[in-house]
């Protein structure tokens, strides 16, 4: 009606309404229905309603416009209300309806209606109509359900460019980004022209698989078919060249990008965070502040993300206060989250916990990433804390709160809250895989691996992470043998093997000393064809020079494209193990020549070597030579030292030694200082650390035996009894030697 046409807002609109109204002209179908969509325009969906509800008779008409209109307020629930009341009331149904309704029912994330009312278009016979056909593929694509997707697909007798896109659009959504690109090809086969709608889906599919050349192809296709790119498509191709590294081409698409909206803005800014450009971030956001484009939420969630990069707390800020400005806390789902992550970075951890209680505290995310920056920051306890604080507010954890504070709980060791959290898990039967994963690594570092296992075991769907969770618990725990065998099971399976499979695996046959298994492992690393890496380089090198094969170890480590202070310490430990000082010493020269910088562990495996050679000269020099790379002396260094004095006799210069250290010993070092006294038969040097000895507590039962045979050997009976009686009171025994040998293949 051409009356509408003049109504440019929302007073004219009722203008006109009180015109049809004296002249009568508003109870006619027509009128009515253009009064129903208009105020909807308007943003008034209240009148919407009046009009509709003040009609006699609506037509079926003036129902798929009602509904339309509620589904364009993103008002889903009341949408497919309304269907169900058009149903009841028996009202005619056309096939232009369905559209709206298909798109509520996925908006509202309801599956079950969507099935209602596809079989309702098959009962009416609506099942052949293209555009209710596309709605339906769009409907199950949004929901998840790409086979029905797929089934509507195969049945359109005629497929158009949207149908097509739509497919595509389901398969990039759904995660099937490579079927997506598949389908593309065909459509290009059949003769179909993509349009503006499919060239966004290609160009995201190629972001997130990072086909670079692909997406130059897609890029040049969207040129020759004169598609614009301005707004979306422009911040898709910016998005997709940035996730390929290629910041140089999403630069040039900017600029070219007419009118640079704050979604173009907002994409160049997430372009060049995403490959750790914060700098450069920064600079595109001062300069879309100069061409005065408005931020939004999403902009300034990104522009905070630049500052937490940097640690630009100045700056941080500024943008929080601009959010302030424009009240803008009421977005703390975006922002909240955001700020907490920028004060954390900058070390402002009290500033972020004060962000959390003043615009997220409502806001499950903002918990998550406090309590997730405390446990990068190794505050372990004060992350639970806020774990229990969280529930204490009434938030219910979801999978990212329960695997941080599970993490948590087994790097403290808190097992009693380990096993309460798992007893929530339980209680809401989560069977995130993400969770069940953390409980595995939690009851593993709290050296419950045999608690560890049932959960690995009733996991229906294990991926190579929940595989890799449970090898690494059993080979941490000493049970390399099971670690193993485990990962045999994944070998005779076929299962999906990763590097880092291999890397504990090979950790594994390190602590057995099995070289034939070890070769083995190697052997499939190279069959699998996974890339070898610095990590695993050194495990093999660290696990053939502990297997007895130096040989094989020197030539992976020779092998080396780069080597980092792990790799070098452990060709040091190797010659060291073996008796070879000096040819430690060599390659402790070739790391300092190579610019490498010696760490505790480097000087750690440096003073072994010395002791099991026992020159007692080059270990002080050594010892001595530590604080010259900036590196303390710690009580394993100390505890090295006293072992080389004492068996090379010179008891006293080791317990000098000890009475010099600057904070006091433990059970190693004394220990090292008994056996001492043991080899060289130094019972006299008992009475003087006798009351020394008293204040050692510890659960290492090789101490007490130790300890124990010295009295014994000295004839004190009194103080062998007193030992041993300490031992049955803490529930110690002795742990009884052994040796191993690989004969035939084969561990004794």
């Not at 000087?603 to 010395?610: D, E, H, Q």
């Amino acid at each position: 009606m051409p009356l509408f046409r003049s109504c440019t807002s929302l007073r004219t609109l009722a203008q006109l309404h009180a015109h049809l109204l004296v002249t009568g002209l508003h109870n006619t179908p027509p009128a009515s229905t253009r009064l129903i969509d208009s105020y909807s325009e308007f943003g008034s969906l209240h009148s919407s309603r009046l009009v509709f509800e003040t009609f006699h008779k609506p037509d079926s008409f003036m129902w798929a416009v009602l509904i339309k209109c509620h589904v364009w307020n993103f008002l889903f629930e009341d949408a497919i209300s309304l269907y169900h009341n058009m149903i009841h009331q028996q009202a005619q149904i056309t096939d232009f309806i369905y559209p709206s309704v298909f798109r509520a029912c996925s908006g509202f994330g309801d599956l079950g209606i969507g099935r209602e009312v596809h079989a309702r278009i098959i009962k009416c016979g609506f099942d052949d109509d293209d555009v209710t056909q596309t709605s339906l593929l769009c409907m199950y694509g949004e929901l998840g359900c790409l086979s029905d997707a797929w089934k509507v697909f195969d049945t359109m007798t005629t497929r158009d460019v949207v149908s097509w896109s739509s497919i595509i659009a389901s398969c990039v959504d759904n995660g099937e980004i490579g079927e997506g690109l598949k389908i593309f090809r065909l459509m290009v086969t059949e003769g179909v022209n993509p349009d503006f709608v499919t060239m966004f889906s290609l160009a995201e599919a190629c972001g997130e698989l990072s086909f670079g050349r692909l997406g130059k192809s897609v890029h040049g296709h969207i040129l020759r078919r004169n598609i614009k790119i301005n707004g979306p498509l422009g911040n898709s191709l910016i998005s997709m060249y940035s996730k390929c590294g290629d910041l140089i081409s999403a630069d040039r698409i900017f600029v070219k990008i007419k009118k640079s909206c704050t979604a173009s803005w907002t994409a160049m800014i997430c372009c060049y965070n995403r490959s750790g450009c914060f700098r450069k971030a920064l600079d595109v956001f001062i300069k879309m502040l100069g061409f005065e484009v408005e931020p939004n939420s999403v902009t300034l969630m990104s522009i905070l993300g630049s500052c937490a990069g940097l640690a630009l707390l100045r700056e941080g800020k500024s943008v929080h206060c601009h959010i302030i400005r424009k009240l803008m806390e009421a977005e703390g789902q975006y922002l909240g989250p955001a700020l907490i992550e920028l004060y954390a970075q900058c070390g402002k951890l009290s500033e972020s916990k004060k962000v959390l209680h003043s615009i997220g505290e409502n806001n499950i995310i903002s918990w998550n990433m406090l309590i997730s920056e405390y446990a990068h920051k190794g505050m372990l306890k004060e992350a639970l804390v806020v774990f229990v604080q969280m529930q204490a507010q009434g938030h219910m954890p979801d999978s990212f709160s329960l695997a941080s504070s599970l993490s948590a709980c087994g790097n403290v060791g808190l097992l009693q809250l380990g096993l309460q959290i798992h007893g929530h898990i339980i209680k809401r039967d989560f069977s995130n895989e993400f969770v069940l994963n953390s409980l595995i690594d939690m009851y593993s570092k709290c050296g419950f691996v045999n608690l560890a296992y049932p959960i690995f075991d009733r996991i229906q769907q294990k991926s190579v992470v929940t595989w890799n969770s449970m090898i690494c618990a059993f080979s941490q725990n000493g049970n390399s043998v099971e670690a193993f065998n485990l990962f045999y099971q994944m070998y005779l399976n076929c299962l999906e093997i990763n590097e880092i499979t291999f890397l504990i695996v090979i950790q594994a046959c390190s602590n057995l000393g099995h070289l034939e298994k070890g070769k083995w492992v190697h052997h499939k690393l190279i069959s699998y064809g996974v890339s070898k890496d610095i990590y695993i380089d050194t495990a093999l090198a660290d696990m053939y020079a502990k297997c007895g094969d130096l040989q094989t170890a020197q030539r992976v480590f020779n092998s080396m494209s780069g080597r980092s202070v792990v790799s070098w310490s452990a060709m040091i430990a190797g010659h060291g193990m073996h008796g070879q000082l000096s040819a430690a010493i060599s390659v402790f020269k070739q790391m300092l020549e190579s610019g490498i910088k010696p760490n505790e562990v480097t000087f750690m495996n440096l003073l072994s070597a010395c002791s099991h050679s026992g020159c007692v000269e080059e270990g002080e020099f050594y010892f001595t030579a530590m604080r010259n790379y900036g590196v303390e002396p710690n009580s394993e260094h100390y505890a090295c030292m006293v072992d080389l004095l004492s068996r090379a006799g010179d008891i006293n210069g080791a317990y000098k030694m000890i009475r010099s250290m600057p904070f006091p010993a433990d059970a190693s070092i004394w220990g090292a200082l008994l056996n001492g006294c043991r080899i060289h038969k130094r019972f006299d040097m008992m009475k003087i650390i006798d009351n020394d000895l008293l204040d050692i507590s510890t659960d290492d039962t090789g101490y007490y035996t130790l300890l124990s045979n010295i009295y014994a050997q000295g004839g004190n009976w009194d103080e062998f009894g007193k030992v041993r009686s300490v031992m049955d009171g803490t529930g110690l025994w002795k742990v009884p030697g052994y040796s191993t040998i690989e004969l035939d293949k084969r561990v004794c």
